[in-house]
């Protein structure tokens, strides 16, 4: 019997979570015999290592859909890091995955969060969570929440408190609750686990550890009075924020303004082609003045472009023309799209904007919903200390916008400084602002080697007067330690260097991004680190070719998309780089056109002449059929006919012969369509994120896209993903080139 390891680590830099999906056939006869997730939390630093093992009972290989066997790293969700391996398991044989997961767990109004989300897509006999948490100053709370921390898991689950420093965690659920519990069916558990912790603060100057020439010091003081803010509200009214968008933007706002208090000065600004002020100067936060002010939010409507520079500089103006003493100022963009009036350039906004602020204060901008520039908006808060914050269009849009003003709605401190003798590559040590219910983390190596304590100086700026904070440890050797067991600071230094290194090379030029890329690409390489610089390498049996799998830009989808154009038949579509890219599918073929298994949720569709004209979506146990004269909504085995005002999860019909169709997390919009006298729809996916623009390479009338190359045809097609089916000029290529891939690949028997 063969067996085998596959083990992988992985850098988490976009979430505060944990998703891993096995990817496996649907035979019965595949078998996760085993699934361990152990997680153990030192200091806030969190190591999961994930141990799933699989037998295949079948007299032949498994493999991966393409034929191949790949390991895959992908980066997808809302606040999810999503693993998945797939791998060929011999005949007869059996094979163990091991993924080690490691992240800073980042403190948020005043707790830290782990959340686990493993899907092994079956009951499994040994399923076990043991997630262990040690906290030197001690841990002042711990509970379990999420979607299974049921009543009817109550049994399958245990808290285990050792001492204060010391606290377990054990989720042990028998097969038998894998399948009846209310987040549960035949596929098994399918949910997540959130532990949530908070560690005592003896000490306002925070905790600090030293170890083996490294050290970490963690600052969180409480006991300090909020420094009024001057905040100041710009909100894209633009025609994309049409409908849901500018909706829950108004229902957030209400409650933000409610949240301000007296102390607090405020200004709204709107925006779409123009700039439209709600007062010309900061208000205080009186009740008629957030009266007024919400009377205004009440009557924003969604029209014209987009002027995202002279809004925010209007911003800015109103904060620099009312200065205040003792008070915090605040800069918060939102908009869902890119610059398309005034000043259009990205670079050119950036520019202005750093140059207005001169790092006086922080700007924060939420990108809302997958069509907006998000790379555009982060580089821009980073350019001026503050951060970019993706807001999803789900049905909580306006608890996510609430939800980050609570982040930073309380100032302490600001002009916070970090000073540490005899400390080289510290990280980030400066920060414009300090929050209630965050927490600022620093961590660098020791250099001067005489030190027998390592003393901290913290000097900042508090709602009266300078504060300043000081500490000191003692510098301890573990002469034990094994070499390949480095200590957890060095790790968490080298986690941080990583991550703000990466963030940093956003703002550089071209000359000193290569300087930082090289270092940041050098530390993840030593630490064996999974990101954007480096690659996740699985060792398969039976001396097969290693396979490399990338892992993915913050820009890129979850989903494979796999729709196809046609010889004969009917033309697609594809934006890529530098220019789109079409190719021709053939008619009359029942086609995978979306397969996201981690959401559940698949679409095929009968491709007739000129589109399709029946499409099938499947979430779950729920299947929706769409043609171009009826809908039907089959609920498990029953069907029945729906009007237009009833939904399926979410139905939405809009104008324009167009209707949206949201099904667990996947918002798929179906166009409605007329040529020839020929009636066909044509779908479109806007959530989860849009598909990843394909990037190639033009020599002459060849082009080139990983390591294929093939002839193209300068031509044109209907764009049919836009209601007023423009045409594009292309590249027409093979459908295989484009899609890479065979018909076979994307037929399916049944739809």
Known sequence: MDRFPVRLILLCFISFCLNYYLSLPQEQDVDIYSFHINSTVTSRYAITVITSR??????????????????????????????????????????????????????????????INAQPMQPVA??????????????????????????????????????????????????????????????????????IYDVIRPKPSGELQASNGYFVHYFAPTDIQRIPKNVVFIIDKSGSMRGQKIIQTRLAMLKILGDLTGDDYFGLITFDSQVQDWKPELLQATERNLDEAKTFVNMIKARGGTDIDSAVLAGVEVINSHPRQGSASILILLTDGDPTAGETNPESIQASVKSAIQGKFPLYCLGFGFDVSFNFLEKMALENNGVARRIYEDSDADLQLQGFFEEIATPLLTDVQMNYVGAENVTQASFTQYYNGSEIVVAGQITDNSLETFQTEVIAISKHNNVTYQDSVSIIDFTDVLPEDENFIQRLWAYLTVKQLLDRQLTLSDHEKEMVRKKALYLSLKYKFVTPLTSMVVTKPQEEQTQVAHKPSEEESKCQFSLSPPAGGVRFIISAQPKPICYDMPADHKLRLLQDSSSNFSMNGELSSNGFNLIFLHYKTDHLMLSTKEIHYYDGQNMRQTGKKETVLSLNLLQNNQMDVTMGTVCVGVLRHEKDGDTFLWPVVKQPPRVLHLHYTEQGSKIKLKDQETKATWSTATDYQNSSTPTVQCWLVPFQFALQGELSDFKVLQL
Request: glycine share 6%; charged share 25%.
């Open 54 to 115: 699989v037998a295949n009972r079948l007299n032949s290989k498994i493999r991966h859909h393409s034929g191949e066997s790949v390991g895959m790293v992908s980066s997808v969700g809302r606040t999810l890091e999503d693993f998945k391996t797939s791998v060929t398991v011999a005949a007869f044989s059996k094979v163990t995955f091991e993924l080690t997961y490691e992240e800073l767990l980042k403190r948020r109004l005043g707790k830290y969060q782990l959340l």
């Open 126 to 195: 040994d399923y076990k969570i043991d997630v262990y948490i040690q906290e030197s100053p001690g841990i002042s709370f711990l509970k379990v929440e999420g979607e299974l921390a049921t009543h009817e898991l109550g049994s399958a689950r245990t808290i285990t408190i050792f001492d204060k420093e010391h606290m377990m965690v054990n989720f042990y659920p028998t097969r038998e609750q894998q399948t009846m519990c209310k987040r549960c069916s035949e596929n098994g558990l399918s949910g997540d686990l959130l532990i």
